[in-house]
């Protein structure tokens, strides 16, 4: 990455450049080659900003842009011989950008295109013009050959520059967060977009899908499908995803469709039953007109990944830092009690150790069952019930109580960030009522069909009880839950012991009843 010090630099030798061409044009008044300059300025005025504005992707490359300059060189020296003094600044350019190999290239590319053009267009190079571009050549290999020294130890890596990139992005982000009239939310702008689509197409039911890993995720529905219809739907929007984009983005089976909005997003459907199927749909016109909703969709997509990056480092982060400070520290008190306990002062000390010794023991698995929490998270290849299993299956092999967990959920996956405060909750509601509710027993059910989910934790102990001072668990599952749009409800039981359960369900109508559990486990 090029630092600040050699965008400057390189800034100052295509300022100077241009007053060193530009002085000469002027006052000879050499009207043709002003036409030159101000093709040569605007390209330089072009990477200068792009560099300015941090948006490199839209920079001509080096060797792009020494192509440029050699061509805007060859048609330009036969009426100004001072704009040959271009031919210093790319190489530098090369340099700054990307070290000396692409500095040499640059020299090839920009000598040749000059050289070559200048034969193909004036048919012939003087001996003076050849010393100008041999001379100005040069001292381009020499000025970026000095100058590399300096960029070199610009290009050292600074562990600070990825946190100065983001204060810089993120400052960009909260200034344009006033102009987001229909926020950053995935469902709501899907939702969106499904309704654009709804009124060009008549159809049954739309889905769309985002892609998670190699697999689709319904984000939002217009209505709840059969789960044939679904299936269909899921099946013809992978065989648009999977293809690749630009070699098939739509397609079109029976009465059933899918299409391409943008890379991120698939839309599929069943038209009505009655239409015919005979008849092409539009699909790549509506792809088209769907241009700006698929540009909402896919920042919201990008702010929800920049999100959930952000949230695991942070776990991960606080989690090594309870395990290797504030555990290490406690365990070395259990130490030092124990070597207290060995030679105690009477019956009263021995007993106030050992009563001391065992708090110590139940801090210390209180803080080691928080950093398992912390650093468990979902991947690509563990479902939620599976991450909500395997968290059931470590509290109860260290607490004793027996956790059932029965698992309802198809193939089709919740959005990454759904899923992972889904878990989060669900995580608190079991830590909970081992912890405070003195419960023998707890029931956990993870129904999921996507884009919809509901988990249901159950326990038989004392039931919700007067919050205490230092429990916040309610109000973050309860913060979890508005994040994403979820219900969750906290009730006593009617025998004993409570219930919490937390949904998900999309902006139409319900799902509908639910199959018999496909899987069961004990924990």
């Given at each position: 990455?090029?630092?600040?010090?050699?965008?400057?630099?390189?800034?100052?030798?295509?300022?100077?450049?241009?007053?060193?061409?530009?002085g000469?044009?002027?006052?000879?008044?050499?009207?043709?080659?002003?036409?030159?300059?101000?093709a040569?300025?605007?390209?330089?005025?072009?990477?200068?900003?792009?560099?300015?504005?941090?948006?490199?992707?839209?920079?001509?490359?080096?060797?792009?842009?020494?192509?440029?300059?050699?061509?805007?060189c060859?048609?330009?020296?036969?009426s100004?011989p001072?704009?040959?003094?271009?031919?210093?600044?790319?190489?530098?350019?090369?340099?700054?950008?990307?070290?000396?190999?692409?500095?040499?290239?640059?020299?090839?590319?920009?000598s040749?295109?000059?050289?070559?053009?200048a034969?193909?267009w004036?048919e012939?190079?003087?001996?003076?013009?050849?010393?100008?571009?041999?001379?100005?050549?040069?001292?381009?290999?020499?000025?970026?050959?000095?100058?590399s020294?300096?960029?070199?130890?610009?290009?050292?890596?600074d562990?600070?520059?990825?946190?100065?990139?983001?204060?810089?992005?993120?400052?960009?982000?909260?200034?344009?967060?006033?102009?987001?009239?229909?926020?950053?939310?995935?469902?709501?702008?899907?939702?969106?977009?499904?309704s654009?689509?709804?009124?060009?197409?008549?159809?049954?039911g739309?889905?769309?899908?985002?892609?998670?890993?190699?697999?689709?995720?319904?984000?939002a529905?217009?209505?709840?499908?059969?789960q044939?219809?679904a299936?269909?739907?899921?099946?013809?929007?992978?065989?648009?995803h999977?293809?690749?984009?630009?070699?098939?983005?739509?397609?079109?089976?029976?009465?059933?469709?899918?299409?391409?909005?943008?890379?991120q997003?698939?839309?599929?459907?069943?038209?009505?039953?009655?239409s015919?199927?005979?008849?092409?749909?539009?699909?790549?016109?509506?792809?088209?007109?769907?241009?700006?909703?698929?540009v909402k969709?896919?920042?919201?997509?990008?702010?929800?990944?920049?999100?959930?990056?952000?949230?695991?480092?942070?776990?991960?982060?606080?989690?090594?830092?309870?395990?290797?400070?504030?555990?290490?520290?406690?365990?070395?008190?259990?130490?030092?009690?124990?070597?207290?306990a060995?030679?105690?002062?009477?019956?009263?000390?021995?007993?106030?150790?050992?009563?001391?010794?065992?708090?110590?023991?139940?801090?210390?698995?209180?803080?080691?069952q928080?950093?398992?929490?912390?650093?468990?998270?979902?991947g690509?290849?563990e479902?939620?019930?599976?991450?909500?299993?395997?968290?059931?299956?470590?509290?109860?092999?260290?607490?004793?109580?027996p956790?059932?967990?029965?698992?309802?959920?198809?193939?089709?996956?919740?959005?990454?960030?759904v899923e992972?405060?889904?878990?989060?909750?669900?995580?608190?509601?079991?830590n909970?009522?081992?912890?405070?509710?003195?419960?023998?027993?707890?029931?956990?059910?993870?129904?999921?069909?996507?884009?919809d989910?509901?988990?249901?934790?159950?326990?038989?102990?004392?039931?919700l009880?007067?919050?205490?001072?230092?429990?916040?668990?309610?109000?973050?599952?309860?913060?979890?839950?508005?994040?994403?749009?979820?219900?969750?409800?906290?009730?006593?039981?009617?025998s004993?012991?409570?219930?919490?359960?937390?949904?998900?369900?999309?902006?139409?109508?319900?799902?509908?009843?639910?199959?018999?559990?496909?899987?069961?486990?004990?924990?």
């Amino acid at each position: 990455m090029v630092s600040s010090q050699s965008y400057a630099v390189v800034g100052a030798a295509r300022f100077f450049a241009l007053l060193a061409i530009g002085g000469p044009i002027l006052w000879f008044h050499q009207e043709e080659g002003l036409f030159a300059l101000l093709a040569l300025s605007f390209v330089w005025i072009f990477q200068g900003v792009t560099a300015t504005r941090r948006e490199l992707r839209l920079s001509l490359s080096p060797a792009t842009e020494a192509a440029t300059v050699g061509v805007i060189c060859a048609l330009g020296m036969e009426s100004a011989p001072s704009i040959l003094a271009a031919l210093v600044v790319p190489p530098l350019y090369a340099t700054a950008n990307a070290g000396p190999r692409t500095m040499a290239r640059a020299v090839i590319v920009e000598s040749i295109t000059v050289v070559a053009l200048a034969l193909m267009w004036w048919e012939r190079i003087t001996s003076e013009q050849a010393v100008s571009i041999f001379t100005w050549v040069m001292a381009g290999l020499g000025l970026s050959l000095i100058a590399s020294v300096t960029f070199s130890s610009d290009r050292l890596p600074d562990p600070l520059a990825p946190y100065r990139d983001a204060q810089e992005h993120l400052r960009q982000l909260l200034a344009l967060a006033g102009d987001l009239s229909s926020g950053l939310d995935v469902a709501a702008l899907g939702g969106e977009l499904l309704s654009v689509v709804s009124d060009q197409i008549p159809n049954r039911g739309l889905v769309l899908y985002v892609p998670r890993g190699d697999s689709l995720t319904p984000v939002a529905s217009t209505l709840d499908l059969e789960q044939a219809d679904a299936a269909a739907c899921e099946t013809l929007a992978g065989d648009v995803h999977l293809s690749g984009q630009g070699r098939q983005d739509h397609v079109e089976i029976g009465q059933g469709f899918a299409f391409r909005v943008s890379e991120q997003v698939v839309v599929a459907g069943l038209r009505p039953a009655s239409s015919d199927t005979d008849l092409p749909l539009p699909l790549e016109t509506i792809a088209h007109d769907l241009a700006d909703n698929a540009v909402k969709v896919d920042a919201a997509l990008l702010f929800a990944q920049f999100r959930d990056a952000a949230t695991a480092d942070e776990r991960n982060r606080l989690a090594r830092e309870m395990h290797d400070g504030v555990a290490q520290d406690i365990a070395s008190l259990g130490y030092i009690i124990d070597a207290l306990a060995a030679r105690p002062a009477d019956d009263a000390q021995e007993k106030a150790l050992i009563m001391l010794r065992d708090r110590v023991s139940k801090v210390v698995a209180e803080v080691r069952q928080s950093v398992m929490n912390l650093r468990t998270s979902i991947g690509e290849a563990e479902s939620l019930g599976a991450a909500i299993s395997n968290v059931a299956r470590h509290l109860s092999e260290s607490s004793g109580i027996p956790i059932r967990v029965r698992l309802d959920e198809q193939p089709a996956r919740l959005r990454p960030e759904v899923e992972a405060e889904l878990f989060r909750i669900a995580q608190e509601a079991m830590n909970n009522a081992v912890k405070h509710a003195r419960a023998t027993a707890i029931d956990v059910r993870c129904q999921v069909y996507a884009p919809d989910a509901i988990i249901t934790i159950t326990d038989d102990g004392v039931g919700l009880q007067s919050a205490r001072s230092d429990s916040h668990g309610l109000k973050i599952m309860r913060e979890r839950a508005r994040l994403i749009g979820a219900e969750l409800v906290v009730r006593d039981n009617a025998s004993r012991g409570l219930t919490v359960s937390v949904s998900v369900k999309t902006q139409r109508s319900s799902v509908g009843s639910s199959p018999t559990p496909t899987s069961t486990e004990e924990m």
